[in-house]
């Protein structure tokens, strides 16, 4: 099970942090991925890390703003967003892959979160 937290109203150059804690078992190595959607349109991919945490990658939409990053002791990976804009308003999910490279894709993530609502107001 994942568990996302940290979204909220921030306002536009803001930053926030997300959490997404895993518990449960989970099947090492995995990998972690965020995505985000707006409503009425498709799931977008924003950043994945691999299981050690030394590749990362990021939706050029982001590139340089966020920042993903985990802690496999606490089964937790998170995502630091600067300069957010309001474009960046979705709701965002965090999603585990029983891999332990990192993918893109969404469609080859295991398990889902519930999602947390990131608004940026301009």
């Known amino acids: 099970q994942l568990v996302e937290s940290g979204g909220g109203l921030v306002p536009a150059g803001g930053s926030l942090r997300l959490s997404c804690a895993a518990s449960?078992?989970?099947?090492?190595?995995?990998?972690m991925g965020w995505f985000r959607q707006i409503p009425g349109k498709e799931r977008e991919f924003v950043a994945h890390?691999?299981?050690?945490?030394?590749?990362?990658y990021y939706a050029d939409s982001v590139k340089g703003r966020f920042t993903i990053s985990r802690d496999n002791a606490k089964n937790t990976v998170y995502l630091r967003m600067n300069k957010l804009k309001p474009e960046d308003t979705a709701v965002y999910y965090c999603?585990?892959?029983?891999?332990?490279?990192?993918?893109?894709?969404?469609?080859?993530?295991?398990?889902w979160g519930q999602g947390t609502q990131v608004t940026v107001s301009s």
């Open positions: 890390i691999g299981w050690a945490g030394r590749r990362t």
């Open positions: 449960g078992r989970t099947a090492s190595p995995y990998s």
């Open positions: 999603a585990a892959r029983a891999d332990p490279l990192g993918s893109s894709d969404g469609s080859v993530y295991d398990v």
